[in-house]
C-alpha cells in the first residue's frame, strides 16, 4: 500500500482532513442515531451468533413434546390457528402476510374459530399494510387476536405505530375465553415485559383462573428462552435493553393450578427453526414462526372436558 505524505501538497492534507471529517459525521450518525447510544450489547451478541454455532436444534424433540401435550380424548369444541411472525421473510417486497402463507389458506378453504396472530404481522406497520393484512386474514377465522411485536408497534410506550395498530386490530393486549380456557395476548414489546397497566390488569384477570380448563398465554417475544432452556433462539432481540427476566410474568401464575402454556412468535427467520415445544415445570412452551427454512404454523384444537391437541402444519410440505 503507498502512503501519501502530507508534506507533499496543501490540497491533499485539506482532503484528508475534509474525509476524516465526514467519516466521523458518518459513524457519529450510526453510533448516535438522534442521540440515543448504539446498542453494543445486541451488536456484539449478533456477532458472536455468527461467528459461533446455536444450540442444536432437535425437531424430532419437539414433534414428541407436542404428542405428551395432546390429548385426543374428548369432542372438539373451538381450533385456533397460531400463526408466528406472519410477514415471513425479511427484506421481502410483500405489503401484508407472507405469500406462501396466504397461498395456504386460500388453498385450504379451512376456517378457524380464531387466529391467534404472535406479533410481526407486517414488515412495515403502516395503516395500509396493516389494513391488507386484516383483510387477508379475515376470511379464515371467526376472529383475529394478535400479541403484537415490534414491527407492529414498535419498542417504546408513546410512538405513532401504537395508534395506527390500534385503528386496525385494537388494544395491544387483551384477553379472551374460548370454550372453556382464557386466552391471554400480551404485549411485551417494550423492554420485554409488562408495564404497570398491564400488570395490574393480568392480576385482575387471574383473580377467577379457576374457572377455566386452562391458560394460554400468547406473545411475540420468545421471553422464556433463557428459562427454559431452548434449542431455539429469538429472531431478534429489539425492545431489550438489559437481560429478559421471565420469572416476573411467570410469578403472576404462581397460585393457579390451571393448566399453563406459553406461546411465541419470534423464530423462524433465515436458518432459526421455525417450530419449538418444551415443558418445564408442569408448564408447556410453543413457538413457531415464518421467514425461513422451515415455516410451520400451529393447529391447537380445544377439546371437551379441557383437553387440548397440538398440530404443527409446515407451509410446502
Same mark, same amino acid.
Given at each position: 500500500? /503507498?502512503?501519501?505524505?502530507?508534506?507533499?501538497?496543501?490540497?491533499?492534507? !485539506?482532503?484528508?482532513?475534509?474525509?476524516?471529517?465526514?467519516?466521523?459525521? +458518518?459513524?457519529? =450518525?450510526? $453510533? $448516535?442515531?438522534?442521540?440515543?447510544?448504539?446498542?453494543?450489547?445486541? @451488536?456484539?451478541?449478533?456477532?458472536?451468533?455468527?461467528?459461533? &454455532?446455536?444450540?442444536?436444534?432437535?425437531?424430532?424433540?419437539?414433534?414428541?413434546?407436542?404428542?405428551?401435550?395432546?390429548?385426543?380424548?374428548?369432542?372438539?369444541?373451538?381450533?385456533?390457528?397460531?400463526?408466528?411472525? #406472519?410477514?415471513?421473510? &425479511?427484506?421481502?417486497?410483500?405489503?401484508?402476510?407472507?405469500?406462501?402463507?396466504?397461498?395456504?389458506?386460500?388453498?385450504?378453504?379451512?376456517?378457524?374459530?380464531?387466529? #391467534?396472530?404472535?406479533?410481526?404481522?407486517?414488515?412495515?406497520?403502516?395503516?395500509?399494510?396493516?389494513?391488507?393484512?386484516?383483510?387477508?386474514?379475515?376470511?379464515?377465522?371467526?376472529?383475529?387476536?394478535?400479541?403484537?411485536?415490534?414491527?407492529?408497534?414498535?419498542?417504546?410506550?408513546?410512538?405513532?405505530?401504537?395508534?395506527?395498530?390500534?385503528?386496525? +386490530?385494537?388494544?395491544?393486549?387483551?384477553?379472551?375465553?374460548?370454550?372453556?380456557?382464557?386466552?391471554?395476548?400480551?404485549? !411485551?414489546?417494550?423492554?420485554?415485559?409488562?408495564?404497570?397497566?398491564?400488570?395490574?390488569?393480568?392480576?385482575?384477570? *387471574?383473580?377467577?383462573?379457576? #374457572?377455566?380448563?386452562?391458560?394460554?398465554?400468547?406473545?411475540?417475544? @420468545?421471553?422464556?428462552?433463557?428459562?427454559?432452556?431452548?434449542?431455539?433462539? &429469538?429472531? %431478534?432481540?429489539?425492545? *431489550?435493553?438489559?437481560?429478559?427476566? +421471565?420469572? *416476573?410474568?411467570?410469578?403472576?401464575?404462581?397460585?393457579?393450578?390451571?393448566?399453563?402454556?406459553?406461546?411465541?412468535?419470534?423464530?423462524?427467520?433465515?436458518?432459526?427453526?421455525?417450530?419449538?415445544?418444551?415443558? /418445564?415445570?408442569?408448564?408447556?412452551?410453543?413457538?413457531?414462526? !415464518?421467514? %425461513?427454512?422451515?415455516?410451520?404454523?400451529?393447529?391447537?384444537? *380445544?377439546?371437551? %372436558? =379441557?383437553? @387440548?391437541?397440538?398440530? &404443527?402444519?409446515? !407451509?410446502?410440505?
Amino acid at each position: 500500500m /503507498k502512503f501519501l505524505h502530507r508534506r507533499h501538497h496543501t490540497t491533499a492534507a !485539506l482532503l484528508v482532513i475534509v474525509g476524516l471529517t465526514a467519516a466521523c459525521g +458518518f459513524v457519529s =450518525g450510526i $453510533f $448516535f442515531h438522534r442521540n440515543e447510544i448504539f446498542p453494543y450489547r445486541q @451488536l456484539t451478541e449478533l456477532i458472536s451468533d455468527r461467528q459461533s &454455532p446455536g444450540p442444536e436444534y432437535d425437531y424430532m424433540a419437539t414433534r414428541r413434546c407436542m404428542d405428551r401435550i395432546s390429548d385426543g380424548a374428548g369432542r372438539p369444541v373451538a381450533r385456533i390457528l397460531v400463526v408466528g411472525h #406472519a410477514y415471513g421473510t &425479511p427484506g421481502g417486497d410483500n405489503r401484508g402476510v407472507d405469500p406462501g402463507f396466504a397461498k395456504f389458506l386460500s388453498s385450504s378453504g379451512d376456517q378457524w374459530d380464531l387466529m #391467534a396472530l404472535t406479533g410481526d404481522i407486517v414488515s412495515s406497520a403502516t395503516l395500509h399494510n396493516l389494513r391488507l393484512a386484516r383483510d387477508q386474514l379475515s376470511p379464515y377465522a371467526g376472529r383475529l387476536v394478535v400479541a403484537p411485536g415490534n414491527h407492529d408497534v414498535g419498542t417504546t410506550n408513546d410512538n405513532a405505530l401504537r395508534d395506527v395498530f390500534e385503528e386496525v +386490530f385494537g388494544p395491544t393486549y387483551s384477553a379472551i375465553e374460548l370454550a372453556d380456557a382464557l386466552l391471554v395476548f400480551v404485549d !411485551l414489546s417494550v423492554e420485554w415485559t409488562l408495564d404497570l397497566e398491564q400488570r395490574h390488569w393480568l392480576e385482575d384477570l *387471574l383473580v377467577d383462573d379457576d #374457572a377455566y380448563s386452562r391458560i394460554i398465554v400468547f406473545s411475540h417475544n @420468545l421471553v422464556w428462552t433463557d428459562y427454559v432452556g431452548t434449542d431455539v433462539l &429469538p429472531n %431478534g432481540l429489539a425492545g *431489550l435493553s438489559g437481560e429478559p427476566d +421471565f420469572a *416476573l410474568l411467570l410469578d403472576l401464575f404462581h397460585t393457579t393450578s390451571t393448566p399453563l402454556m406459553f406461546v411465541a412468535g419470534d423464530i423462524g427467520v433465515g436458518k432459526n427453526p421455525g417450530l419449538y415445544c418444551g415443558t /418445564k415445570d408442569g408448564v408447556h412452551y410453543i413457538a413457531n414462526g !415464518l421467514g %425461513g427454512e422451515s415455516d410451520s404454523l400451529i393447529e391447537l384444537t *380445544l377439546l371437551e %372436558g =379441557g383437553g @387440548l391437541t397440538v398440530h &404443527p402444519i409446515e !407451509l410446502g410440505s
